[in-house]
């Protein structure tokens, strides 16, 4: 109903005609390729005007006289206008002149600028720091498509046509498209989860699906350092008008249920809930192993929030300490990509990030001694 296309697959009862499981191939932000038609293109570099990320550099394609949103350095990814509709690929971005955009939603260009310039960054941080070429790590680029349906408050990625997709929201009435840096790093990620563990979209793998998401578009926000979309632990804040304080977002990793929905702590029926909170208990603990028990700035004790650093934890461990972001992202990419399967649940992601941390930097070192206390402040024990 809210446009948003489904790719569902079914486990039903032969006897009883009973669903006994579900899931959707279609990953979404929130609850709730087509060639270039170019011949003798040559790689460009042009300018774009963004909506959430001020003045970027976007690496384009000139071809003959014209520009296209492809960029031939990052593995032939492009970004087409979809011009509203909610069928089909759309059509590549081309222009005259090789700048995008003007800062405002009354162009078309300025959040394919967006979008195109959040993918290339999620591109270089999972290249520079994973080592990793694309989301099928086969050095090609996906296809990003903007202006998707009408009024859509939402993004999502698709197996279906490798590709990821950005509705407008409302324009800005009250949530901006839907293009910012963590929330293209966000459904980016869908990408690489779906060609590594394939964590199923449904129970607690679903909920780790969701998580692994938030935490590499959060990595992907702090590897941009772009001081117009300063790098923080909410996801989507960027979205919402007059938002000063945070006070709107997607998630908040540190304290989830800071959202009303979303689950601090694990408990054994976490499972059966929308994944997009069971998701909270695994950003929590990446939270917690990167930075510690630490309420971030304007967060604490007076403010609309008003965290304290006994709120971030579960079991009363207020002295956890941090290993970085770094490390930290380097240990769920292990633990993801190598030992991570379909049906991992929270126990067996504890195990797994325990592996990654004894591959990494050895069996009782710091960093494992920190994944280990992370998830019992979570109470996965």
């Given at each position: 109903a ?14 009883s005609?009973?669903?006994l499981d579900q899931?959707?191939?279609v990953?979404?932000?929130?609850p709730?390729?087509?060639?270039s ?10 300018t ?6 001020g ?33 089909g690929?759309?059509a ?17 260009q ?8 959040g ?27 903007v202006?998707?349906?009408r ?10 046509c490798?590709?990821m997709t950005f509705g ?6 009250t ?29 607690e ?11 590499f ?42 959202d ?7 408990v ?6 929308d ?11 990446f ?15 007076g ?16 002295s956890?300490?941090g290993?970085g972001?770094?490390?930290a992202g380097?240990i ?10 379909s049906?991992?649940?929270y ?20 960093q494992?001694n920190?994944?280990?206390?992370a ?5 996965v024990?």
């Amino acid at each position: 109903a809210d446009q948003t296309p489904t790719e569902m697959h079914y486990f039903v009862d032969a006897r009883s005609g009973r669903i006994l499981d579900q899931w959707d191939t279609v990953h979404t932000a929130k609850p709730g390729p087509g060639g270039s038609g170019c011949t003798g293109a040559t790689a460009a570099v042009g300018t774009g005007k963004t909506l959430t990320a001020g003045t970027v550099v976007l690496d384009t394609t000139k071809c003959g006289t014209s520009f296209q949103m492809v960029d031939m350095t990052r593995g032939g990814g492009k970004t087409h206008n979809m011009s509203m509709k909610t069928a089909g690929l759309g059509a590549v971005f081309t222009g005259s002149v090789n700048t995008w955009g003007n800062f405002l939603v009354s162009n078309a260009q300025t959040v394919a600028a967006d979008a195109h310039y959040g993918v290339a960054v999620t591109w270089d941080y999972f290249k520079n720091m994973h080592g990793r070429l694309g989301i099928a790590n086969d050095g090609v680029g996906a296809l990003t498509r903007v202006h998707y349906g009408r009024n859509y408050a939402n993004a999502f990625w698709s197996d279906g046509c490798f590709c990821m997709t950005f509705g407008d929201g409302d324009n800005g009435a009250t949530i901006l498209p839907l293009v910012a840096i963590d929330i293209a790093g966000h459904e980016m990620s869908h990408g690489v989860t779906s060609r590594t563990s394939n964590l199923i979209y449904s129970n607690e793998s679903g909920g780790l699906n969701e998580a692994t998401s938030d935490i590499f578009g959060t990595m992907v926000e702090y590897y941009a350092n772009n001081a117009n979309d300063p790098a923080d632990y909410v996801v989507g804040e960027e979205l919402f008008p007059n938002n000063a304080n945070m006070s709107q977002a997607i998630r908040w990793m540190f304290k989830p249920s800071l959202d009303g929905v979303s689950y601090d702590c694990y408990v054994p029926s976490i499972g059966t809930d929308d994944v997009h909170f069971s998701s909270g208990v695994a950003n929590r603990f990446f939270y917690l192993l990167a930075e510690g028990a630490v309420v971030p700035a304007g967060f604490g004790a007076g403010s609309w929030a008003n965290l304290s650093p006994s709120s971030l934890v579960c079991n009363g461990n207020t002295s956890l300490a941090g290993i970085g972001r770094t490390a930290a992202g380097k240990i769920w990419y292990r633990a993801l990509t190598v030992y991570m399967t379909s049906s991992t649940n929270y126990a067996q992601a504890r195990t797994a990030t325990l592996s990654a941390a004894t591959d990494l930097y050895g069996n009782g070192s710091s960093q494992y001694n920190a994944v280990a206390a992370a998830w019992s402040a979570v109470s996965v024990n």
